[in-house]
Protein backbone atom coordinates (compact mmCIF):
# COMPACT_ATOMS: atom_id res chain seq x y z
CA UNK A 1 0.00 0.00 0.00
CA UNK A 2 2.81 2.64 -0.46
CA UNK A 3 0.88 4.63 -2.69
CA UNK A 4 -1.80 5.30 0.23
CA UNK A 5 1.64 6.00 2.00
CA UNK A 6 2.89 8.45 -0.42
CA UNK A 7 -0.54 10.07 -0.35
CA UNK A 8 -0.46 10.09 3.21
CA UNK A 9 2.73 11.60 3.49
CA UNK A 10 2.60 14.56 0.53
CA UNK A 11 -1.47 15.54 2.29
CA UNK A 12 0.51 15.60 6.01
CA UNK A 13 4.11 16.26 5.92
CA UNK A 14 4.54 12.79 8.31
CA UNK A 15 6.53 10.00 7.11
CA UNK A 16 6.30 6.64 8.20
CA UNK A 17 2.80 6.25 9.44
CA UNK A 18 1.48 2.63 10.48
CA UNK A 19 -1.39 1.16 8.81
CA UNK A 20 -4.42 -0.82 10.06
CA UNK A 21 -6.14 -2.70 7.51
CA UNK A 22 -10.05 -2.09 8.48
CA UNK A 23 -13.01 -4.77 7.82
CA UNK A 24 -14.81 -4.48 4.73
CA UNK A 25 -18.30 -6.44 4.26
CA UNK A 26 -19.93 -6.95 0.59
CA UNK A 27 -17.51 -4.27 -1.26
CA UNK A 28 -13.94 -5.41 -3.06
CA UNK A 29 -12.77 -1.91 -1.45
CA UNK A 30 -10.17 -1.94 0.81
CA UNK A 31 -10.18 0.10 3.83
CA UNK A 32 -7.03 1.12 5.92
CA UNK A 33 -6.36 3.49 8.88
CA UNK A 34 -3.21 5.24 8.17
CA UNK A 35 -1.88 7.28 11.82
CA UNK A 36 1.36 9.20 12.92
CA UNK A 37 1.00 11.31 15.58
CA UNK A 38 -2.03 13.56 15.76
CA UNK A 39 -2.52 12.91 11.93
CA UNK A 40 -4.97 9.98 11.21
CA UNK A 41 -6.72 9.06 7.63
CA UNK A 42 -8.68 6.68 6.02
CA UNK A 43 -6.69 5.14 2.88
CA UNK A 44 -8.83 3.71 0.41
CA UNK A 45 -8.11 1.25 -2.41
CA UNK A 46 -11.02 -0.09 -5.03
CA UNK A 47 -10.63 -2.10 -7.72
CA UNK A 48 -13.04 -0.39 -9.84
CA UNK A 49 -11.39 2.98 -11.38
CA UNK A 50 -15.16 4.08 -12.29
CA UNK A 51 -16.16 3.27 -9.37
CA UNK A 52 -13.98 5.43 -7.24
CA UNK A 53 -14.45 8.30 -9.31
CA UNK A 54 -18.34 8.43 -8.78
CA UNK A 55 -17.01 8.23 -5.33
CA UNK A 56 -14.80 11.39 -4.98
CA UNK A 57 -16.64 13.58 -7.35
CA UNK A 58 -19.74 12.75 -4.89
CA UNK A 59 -18.09 13.38 -2.10
CA UNK A 60 -16.84 16.85 -3.80
CA UNK A 61 -19.84 17.73 -4.61
CA UNK A 62 -21.86 16.90 -1.23
CA UNK A 63 -18.66 18.91 0.76
CA UNK A 64 -19.73 22.18 -1.65
CA UNK A 65 -23.49 21.39 -0.10
CA UNK A 66 -22.15 21.35 3.03
CA UNK A 67 -23.48 17.78 3.80
CA UNK A 68 -21.82 15.39 6.42
CA UNK A 69 -20.02 13.13 4.80
CA UNK A 70 -15.96 12.42 4.69
CA UNK A 71 -13.85 14.82 2.75
CA UNK A 72 -11.92 13.26 0.39
CA UNK A 73 -7.90 14.86 1.03
CA UNK A 74 -6.06 13.29 -2.02
CA UNK A 75 -6.35 11.17 -5.07
CA UNK A 76 -3.70 9.32 -6.90
CA UNK A 77 -3.45 10.06 -10.38
CA UNK A 78 -5.13 6.66 -11.72
CA UNK A 79 -7.79 6.97 -8.86
CA UNK A 80 -7.27 3.83 -7.63
CA UNK A 81 -6.03 5.06 -4.47
CA UNK A 82 -7.46 7.85 -2.59
CA UNK A 83 -7.60 9.05 1.15
CA UNK A 84 -10.16 10.93 3.14
CA UNK A 85 -10.95 12.20 6.46
CA UNK A 86 -11.01 9.37 9.32
CA UNK A 87 -14.42 9.82 11.17
CA UNK A 88 -13.74 7.80 13.86
CA UNK A 89 -15.45 4.28 14.07
CA UNK A 90 -18.51 4.66 15.70
CA UNK A 91 -21.64 3.52 13.68
CA UNK A 92 -25.44 3.98 13.55
CA UNK A 93 -25.41 0.06 13.43
CA UNK A 94 -23.56 -0.66 16.78
CA UNK A 95 -25.37 2.21 18.36
CA UNK A 96 -28.46 0.85 18.16
CA UNK A 97 -27.38 -2.49 19.39
CA UNK A 98 -29.61 -3.00 22.24
CA UNK A 99 -32.49 -1.92 20.27
CA UNK A 100 -31.79 -4.29 17.17
CA UNK A 101 -31.86 -7.32 20.00
CA UNK A 102 -34.88 -6.75 22.17
CA UNK A 103 -36.78 -5.07 19.30
CA UNK A 104 -37.08 -1.90 22.12
CA UNK A 105 -35.11 1.26 21.35
CA UNK A 106 -33.93 3.64 24.05
CA UNK A 107 -34.77 7.29 24.30
CA UNK A 108 -31.09 7.72 22.98
CA UNK A 109 -31.07 5.09 20.09
CA UNK A 110 -34.35 6.86 19.03
CA UNK A 111 -32.74 9.68 19.08
CA UNK A 112 -30.00 9.17 16.81
CA UNK A 113 -32.56 7.42 14.38
CA UNK A 114 -35.35 10.55 13.76
CA UNK A 115 -31.86 12.76 13.21
CA UNK A 116 -30.88 10.44 10.84
CA UNK A 117 -33.59 9.68 8.61
CA UNK A 118 -34.96 13.60 9.19
CA UNK A 119 -31.27 14.73 7.18
CA UNK A 120 -32.12 11.79 4.64
CA UNK A 121 -34.19 14.00 3.14
CA UNK A 122 -32.07 16.70 3.15
CA UNK A 123 -29.05 14.32 1.45
CA UNK A 124 -31.47 13.69 -1.30
CA UNK A 125 -32.61 16.83 -2.22
CA UNK A 126 -30.12 18.51 -1.48
CA UNK A 127 -26.94 16.23 -2.76
CA UNK A 128 -28.68 16.42 -6.04
CA UNK A 129 -28.91 20.35 -6.21
CA UNK A 130 -26.39 21.09 -9.35
CA UNK A 131 -24.90 17.65 -9.24
CA UNK A 132 -23.85 16.24 -12.68
CA UNK A 133 -25.44 13.01 -12.43
CA UNK A 134 -23.12 11.77 -15.33
CA UNK A 135 -20.52 11.62 -12.67
CA UNK A 136 -22.59 8.57 -10.54
CA UNK A 137 -21.63 5.10 -11.54
CA UNK A 138 -23.39 2.77 -12.80
CA UNK A 139 -25.64 4.64 -13.91
CA UNK A 140 -26.75 8.06 -14.14
CA UNK A 141 -30.47 7.37 -12.81
CA UNK A 142 -32.83 4.98 -11.58
CA UNK A 143 -33.84 3.43 -14.77
CA UNK A 144 -36.11 0.08 -16.06
CA UNK A 145 -32.28 -1.17 -16.47
CA UNK A 146 -31.53 -0.66 -12.56
CA UNK A 147 -35.09 -2.20 -11.68
CA UNK A 148 -34.28 -5.67 -13.91
CA UNK A 149 -30.87 -5.58 -12.77
CA UNK A 150 -32.23 -6.00 -9.18
CA UNK A 151 -35.53 -8.07 -10.22
CA UNK A 152 -33.08 -10.19 -11.97
CA UNK A 153 -30.25 -10.18 -9.20
CA UNK A 154 -33.19 -12.08 -7.12
CA UNK A 155 -34.63 -14.23 -9.45
CA UNK A 156 -30.95 -15.65 -10.63
CA UNK A 157 -29.30 -15.77 -6.82
CA UNK A 158 -32.21 -16.28 -4.21
CA UNK A 159 -34.96 -17.52 -5.98
CA UNK A 160 -33.73 -20.43 -8.10
CA UNK A 161 -31.23 -21.19 -5.34
CA UNK A 162 -34.81 -22.79 -3.52
CA UNK A 163 -34.81 -25.46 -6.22
CA UNK A 164 -38.64 -23.80 -6.66
CA UNK A 165 -40.14 -24.66 -9.91
CA UNK A 166 -42.09 -21.38 -11.71
CA UNK A 167 -42.85 -20.00 -15.32
CA UNK A 168 -40.53 -17.59 -15.81
CA UNK A 169 -42.76 -15.83 -18.69
CA UNK A 170 -45.14 -15.66 -15.94
CA UNK A 171 -42.97 -13.92 -13.32
CA UNK A 172 -41.85 -11.89 -15.93
CA UNK A 173 -45.00 -10.36 -16.49
CA UNK A 174 -45.41 -9.35 -12.87
CA UNK A 175 -41.58 -7.85 -12.84
CA UNK A 176 -43.12 -5.98 -16.00
CA UNK A 177 -45.97 -4.16 -14.01
CA UNK A 178 -43.80 -4.27 -10.91
CA UNK A 179 -40.59 -2.18 -13.19
CA UNK A 180 -43.80 0.13 -14.49
CA UNK A 181 -45.19 1.04 -11.45
CA UNK A 182 -41.82 1.98 -9.70
CA UNK A 183 -40.78 4.53 -12.34
CA UNK A 184 -43.76 5.82 -12.78
CA UNK A 185 -42.55 9.26 -10.93
CA UNK A 186 -40.28 10.70 -12.22
CA UNK A 187 -37.27 12.71 -9.32
CA UNK A 188 -34.85 14.96 -9.53
CA UNK A 189 -33.66 14.03 -6.32
CA UNK A 190 -30.33 12.13 -5.29
CA UNK A 191 -31.16 8.06 -4.55
CA UNK A 192 -28.17 7.00 -1.98
CA UNK A 193 -29.21 2.84 -2.68
CA UNK A 194 -27.44 1.77 0.46
CA UNK A 195 -28.88 3.84 2.73
CA UNK A 196 -28.67 2.07 6.01
CA UNK A 197 -27.64 1.83 9.59
CA UNK A 198 -24.45 0.06 9.14
CA UNK A 199 -23.26 3.39 6.65
CA UNK A 200 -24.04 5.98 9.05
CA UNK A 201 -21.28 7.22 11.13
CA UNK A 202 -21.45 9.04 14.11
CA UNK A 203 -19.32 11.75 15.08
CA UNK A 204 -19.87 13.77 18.33
CA UNK A 205 -23.34 12.49 18.03
CA UNK A 206 -24.01 13.98 14.56
CA UNK A 207 -25.28 11.75 11.63
CA UNK A 208 -22.55 11.17 8.85
CA UNK A 209 -22.75 9.34 5.59
CA UNK A 210 -20.63 6.81 3.76
CA UNK A 211 -20.72 4.52 0.84
CA UNK A 212 -23.03 6.73 -1.95
CA UNK A 213 -20.45 5.52 -4.92
CA UNK A 214 -23.65 3.68 -6.19
CA UNK A 215 -26.29 6.42 -5.90
CA UNK A 216 -28.17 8.22 -8.67
CA UNK A 217 -30.47 9.92 -9.56
CA UNK A 218 -33.53 8.67 -8.48
CA UNK A 219 -37.21 8.38 -6.45
CA UNK A 220 -37.12 9.16 -2.21
CA UNK A 221 -38.76 6.02 -1.44
CA UNK A 222 -36.70 3.59 -2.07
CA UNK A 223 -33.73 4.99 0.39
CA UNK A 224 -36.53 5.39 3.37
CA UNK A 225 -37.76 1.80 2.14
CA UNK A 226 -33.80 0.39 2.79
CA UNK A 227 -33.57 2.55 5.99
CA UNK A 228 -36.71 1.77 7.52
CA UNK A 229 -36.97 -2.16 6.76
CA UNK A 230 -33.04 -2.94 6.66
CA UNK A 231 -32.82 -7.22 7.03
CA UNK A 232 -31.39 -6.96 11.18
CA UNK A 233 -32.92 -3.31 12.15
CA UNK A 234 -35.42 -4.86 14.29
CA UNK A 235 -37.43 -1.64 14.44
CA UNK A 236 -41.27 -1.90 15.53
CA UNK A 237 -43.99 -0.91 13.80
CA UNK A 238 -44.91 2.15 15.70
CA UNK A 239 -41.45 3.27 15.37
CA UNK A 240 -41.47 2.80 11.97
CA UNK A 241 -44.33 4.98 11.51
CA UNK A 242 -42.76 7.74 13.85
CA UNK A 243 -39.79 7.79 11.65
CA UNK A 244 -41.77 7.89 8.81
CA UNK A 245 -43.33 10.69 10.07
CA UNK A 246 -39.94 12.59 10.77
CA UNK A 247 -39.11 11.40 7.32
CA UNK A 248 -42.07 13.44 5.54
CA UNK A 249 -41.90 16.59 7.87
CA UNK A 250 -38.32 16.78 6.95
CA UNK A 251 -39.43 16.56 3.06
CA UNK A 252 -42.15 19.51 3.58
CA UNK A 253 -39.22 22.04 4.03
CA UNK A 254 -38.39 21.73 0.15
CA UNK A 255 -42.04 19.99 -1.59
CA UNK A 256 -45.81 19.30 -0.64
CA UNK A 257 -46.37 15.29 0.64
CA UNK A 258 -49.38 13.71 0.08
CA UNK A 259 -48.90 11.58 2.77
CA UNK A 260 -51.50 8.71 2.15
CA UNK A 261 -49.82 8.32 -1.45
CA UNK A 262 -46.15 8.40 -0.06
CA UNK A 263 -46.85 5.45 2.23
CA UNK A 264 -48.99 3.55 -0.64
CA UNK A 265 -45.91 3.86 -3.32
CA UNK A 266 -43.34 3.59 -0.43
CA UNK A 267 -45.01 -0.47 0.09
CA UNK A 268 -44.35 -0.58 -3.30
CA UNK A 269 -40.55 -0.14 -2.75
CA UNK A 270 -40.10 -2.02 0.25
CA UNK A 271 -41.25 -4.94 -1.80
CA UNK A 272 -38.62 -4.56 -4.14
CA UNK A 273 -36.06 -3.29 -1.95
CA UNK A 274 -36.45 -6.76 -0.04
CA UNK A 275 -36.19 -8.64 -3.24
CA UNK A 276 -32.95 -6.83 -4.38
CA UNK A 277 -31.85 -7.68 -0.88
CA UNK A 278 -32.20 -11.34 -0.91
CA UNK A 279 -30.46 -11.22 -4.23
CA UNK A 280 -27.74 -9.56 -2.50
CA UNK A 281 -27.21 -11.99 0.13
CA UNK A 282 -27.80 -14.99 -1.92
CA UNK A 283 -25.46 -14.15 -3.94
CA UNK A 284 -22.97 -12.56 -0.99
CA UNK A 285 -23.50 -15.86 1.00
CA UNK A 286 -24.41 -18.75 -1.26
CA UNK A 287 -21.65 -17.78 -4.04
CA UNK A 288 -19.48 -15.94 -2.11
CA UNK A 289 -19.64 -18.60 0.87
CA UNK A 290 -19.50 -14.72 3.16
CA UNK A 291 -21.03 -16.06 6.41
CA UNK A 292 -22.56 -12.65 7.84
CA UNK A 293 -24.73 -12.54 4.58
CA UNK A 294 -26.24 -15.94 5.14
CA UNK A 295 -26.97 -15.27 8.73
CA UNK A 296 -29.04 -12.25 7.61
CA UNK A 297 -31.39 -14.35 5.33
CA UNK A 298 -33.72 -15.26 7.44
CA UNK A 299 -34.12 -11.20 8.82
CA UNK A 300 -34.96 -10.77 5.20
CA UNK A 301 -37.35 -13.30 4.75
CA UNK A 302 -39.17 -12.33 8.14
CA UNK A 303 -39.98 -8.50 6.49
CA UNK A 304 -41.17 -10.19 4.06
CA UNK A 305 -43.43 -12.51 4.91
CA UNK A 306 -44.72 -9.36 7.20
CA UNK A 307 -44.87 -7.72 3.97
CA UNK A 308 -47.14 -10.27 2.27
CA UNK A 309 -49.92 -10.43 4.61
CA UNK A 310 -51.55 -7.85 3.15
CA UNK A 311 -51.29 -9.18 -0.13
CA UNK A 312 -49.94 -7.63 -3.77
CA UNK A 313 -52.86 -8.52 -5.79
CA UNK A 314 -51.76 -6.48 -8.41
CA UNK A 315 -48.75 -9.09 -9.17
CA UNK A 316 -50.56 -12.13 -8.33
CA UNK A 317 -48.07 -14.62 -10.04
CA UNK A 318 -45.11 -12.85 -8.40
CA UNK A 319 -47.25 -13.27 -5.23
CA UNK A 320 -47.84 -16.71 -4.92
CA UNK A 321 -44.33 -17.45 -5.86
CA UNK A 322 -43.08 -15.48 -2.53
CA UNK A 323 -45.60 -16.50 -0.44
CA UNK A 324 -44.65 -20.07 -1.06
CA UNK A 325 -41.03 -19.70 -1.09
CA UNK A 326 -40.95 -17.94 2.75
CA UNK A 327 -43.33 -21.14 3.52
CA UNK A 328 -40.44 -23.47 1.95
CA UNK A 329 -39.42 -25.88 4.79
CA UNK A 330 -35.72 -24.97 4.34
CA UNK A 331 -36.23 -21.79 5.62
CA UNK A 332 -39.11 -23.03 8.07
CA UNK A 333 -36.95 -22.51 11.38
CA UNK A 334 -36.01 -19.20 10.07
CA UNK A 335 -39.29 -17.94 10.12
CA UNK A 336 -40.57 -15.64 13.10
CA UNK A 337 -42.97 -16.90 15.14
CA UNK A 338 -46.11 -14.51 16.29
CA UNK A 339 -47.05 -13.86 19.91
CA UNK A 340 -50.20 -16.11 21.41
CA UNK A 341 -52.11 -15.15 24.51
CA UNK A 342 -53.37 -17.23 26.09
CA UNK A 343 -55.71 -16.93 28.83
CA UNK A 344 -57.21 -19.12 31.70
CA UNK A 345 -60.12 -19.15 34.29
CA UNK A 346 -60.47 -21.05 36.78
CA UNK A 347 -61.22 -21.84 40.58
CA UNK A 348 -58.69 -21.12 43.21
CA UNK A 349 -59.33 -24.04 45.38
CA UNK A 350 -57.75 -26.21 42.31
CA UNK A 351 -54.98 -24.51 41.52
CA UNK A 352 -53.36 -21.99 39.12
CA UNK A 353 -53.12 -23.31 35.80
CA UNK A 354 -49.86 -24.77 34.95
CA UNK A 355 -47.78 -22.78 31.72
CA UNK A 356 -47.30 -25.17 29.58
CA UNK A 357 -44.70 -22.82 27.39
CA UNK A 358 -42.15 -22.99 30.09
CA UNK A 359 -42.07 -19.52 30.78
CA UNK A 360 -43.44 -19.48 34.46
CA UNK A 361 -46.64 -18.30 33.25
CA UNK A 362 -47.85 -14.40 33.57
CA UNK A 363 -50.49 -12.23 34.77
CA UNK A 364 -52.84 -14.10 37.85
CA UNK A 365 -55.50 -11.83 38.39
CA UNK A 366 -57.97 -12.34 41.55
CA UNK A 367 -61.76 -11.66 40.47
CA UNK A 368 -62.85 -12.64 44.41
CA UNK A 369 -63.32 -9.02 45.69
CA UNK A 370 -65.95 -8.70 42.88
CA UNK A 371 -69.78 -9.04 43.67
CA UNK A 372 -69.95 -12.99 43.42
CA UNK A 373 -73.60 -14.24 41.36
CA UNK A 374 -72.50 -17.55 42.91
CA UNK A 375 -74.39 -16.70 45.96
CA UNK A 376 -77.31 -16.67 44.44
CA UNK A 377 -79.66 -19.90 43.72
CA UNK A 378 -80.81 -18.84 40.45
CA UNK A 379 -77.16 -18.70 39.02
CA UNK A 380 -76.18 -21.92 39.72
CA UNK A 381 -76.40 -23.60 36.71
CA UNK A 382 -75.14 -20.59 34.47
CA UNK A 383 -71.65 -19.79 33.68
CA UNK A 384 -70.04 -16.18 33.25
CA UNK A 385 -70.73 -16.86 29.36
CA UNK A 386 -74.52 -16.58 29.82
CA UNK A 387 -76.87 -13.77 29.70
CA UNK A 388 -78.09 -13.35 33.51
CA UNK A 389 -74.30 -13.59 34.96
CA UNK A 390 -73.14 -11.33 32.25
CA UNK A 391 -76.38 -8.99 33.07
CA UNK A 392 -75.55 -9.09 36.61
CA UNK A 393 -71.81 -8.47 36.54
CA UNK A 394 -72.76 -5.81 34.55
CA UNK A 395 -75.07 -3.94 36.23
CA UNK A 396 -73.36 -4.63 39.61
CA UNK A 397 -70.40 -2.51 37.61
CA UNK A 398 -67.61 -3.48 39.70
CA UNK A 399 -66.45 -6.23 37.08
CA UNK A 400 -66.41 -3.62 34.56
CA UNK A 401 -64.63 -1.01 36.73
CA UNK A 402 -62.02 -3.79 37.48
CA UNK A 403 -61.45 -4.56 33.58
CA UNK A 404 -61.17 -1.01 32.85
CA UNK A 405 -57.59 -0.80 35.47
CA UNK A 406 -57.08 -4.77 33.43
CA UNK A 407 -56.68 -3.80 30.02
CA UNK A 408 -54.34 -0.68 30.23
CA UNK A 409 -51.79 -3.33 31.84
CA UNK A 410 -52.50 -5.99 29.54
CA UNK A 411 -52.44 -3.48 26.87
CA UNK A 412 -48.81 -2.48 27.47
CA UNK A 413 -48.13 -6.14 28.16
CA UNK A 414 -48.97 -7.07 24.71
CA UNK A 415 -47.36 -4.63 22.92
CA UNK A 416 -44.39 -5.04 24.57
CA UNK A 417 -43.80 -8.62 23.67
CA UNK A 418 -44.74 -8.07 19.72
CA UNK A 419 -41.85 -5.49 19.76
CA UNK A 420 -38.98 -7.92 21.33
CA UNK A 421 -40.63 -11.05 19.39
CA UNK A 422 -41.33 -12.93 22.29
CA UNK A 423 -44.16 -16.10 21.43
CA UNK A 424 -45.93 -16.53 25.04
CA UNK A 425 -47.63 -14.29 27.10
CA UNK A 426 -49.92 -15.90 29.68
CA UNK A 427 -52.85 -14.27 31.38
CA UNK A 428 -55.37 -16.17 34.23
CA UNK A 429 -58.09 -15.23 35.63
CA UNK A 430 -59.45 -17.12 39.25
CA UNK A 431 -62.29 -16.53 41.69
CA UNK A 432 -64.23 -19.44 44.11
CA UNK A 433 -65.49 -21.98 41.97
CA UNK A 434 -64.16 -21.07 38.30
CA UNK A 435 -67.82 -20.49 37.21
CA UNK A 436 -68.58 -17.04 36.89
CA UNK A 437 -66.44 -13.87 37.78
CA UNK A 438 -63.47 -15.76 36.08
CA UNK A 439 -65.00 -16.94 33.28
CA UNK A 440 -66.68 -13.36 32.18
CA UNK A 441 -63.26 -11.81 33.11
CA UNK A 442 -61.27 -14.13 30.58
CA UNK A 443 -63.64 -14.12 27.81
CA UNK A 444 -63.80 -10.31 27.98
CA UNK A 445 -60.17 -9.99 28.24
CA UNK A 446 -59.61 -12.44 25.19
CA UNK A 447 -61.96 -10.51 22.90
CA UNK A 448 -60.63 -6.80 23.78
CA UNK A 449 -57.01 -8.31 23.12
CA UNK A 450 -58.02 -10.44 19.58
CA UNK A 451 -59.85 -7.42 18.83
CA UNK A 452 -57.20 -4.77 19.54
CA UNK A 453 -54.09 -6.28 18.35
CA UNK A 454 -55.42 -9.23 15.83
CA UNK A 455 -53.07 -11.69 17.22
CA UNK A 456 -53.77 -15.44 17.78
CA UNK A 457 -55.52 -15.65 21.67
CA UNK A 458 -56.47 -18.96 22.92
CA UNK A 459 -59.12 -18.79 25.84
CA UNK A 460 -59.45 -22.07 28.19
CA UNK A 461 -62.40 -21.90 30.73
CA UNK A 462 -60.62 -24.81 33.06
CA UNK A 463 -63.75 -26.10 35.37
CA UNK A 464 -65.72 -25.49 32.77
CA UNK A 465 -64.28 -27.84 30.22
CA UNK A 466 -64.63 -24.89 27.58
CA UNK A 467 -61.27 -23.98 24.83
CA UNK A 468 -61.64 -21.10 22.16
CA UNK A 469 -59.54 -19.93 19.68
CA UNK A 470 -59.19 -15.82 18.04
CA UNK A 471 -57.25 -16.07 15.37
Known sequence: MQQLISLFTAYTGKTNPTLEALPSSGSNRRYYRLKRDDASIIGVYGQS??????????????????????????????????????????????????????????????????????????????????????????????????????????????????GMEFQEDLLENDFDKLAQHLLQDKSDTFLYRDFQSRNVMLVDGHPYFIDYQGGRKGPIYYDVASFLWQAKANFPDDLRDELIQTYIVSLKKYREVDEAQFVKKLRLFVLFRTLQVLGAYGFRGYFEKKP????????????????????????????????????????????????????????????????????????????????????????????????????????????????????????????????????????????????HRSVYAAQKTAEHISKKFGIKVSLVHREQNIEQVFQ
Open 292 to 435: HFIQSIPFALNNLQDLLKDGFDEYPYLSGILNEMVNLKQFADTQKRELEVRLFSFAYKKGIPNDTSGNGGGYVFDCRAINNPGKYERYNNVTGLDEPVIQFLEEDGEMLEFLDHIYPLVDSHVKRYKDRGFTDLMISFGCTGGQ
Open 49 to 162: KEENHAFIELSRHFHKQRLNTPRVLAVSDDEMFYIQEDLGDSILFDAIKAGRLTGVFSTEEKELLHKTIAQLADFQVLGAKELDFNVCYPQAEFNNRSVYWDLNYFKYNFLKTT
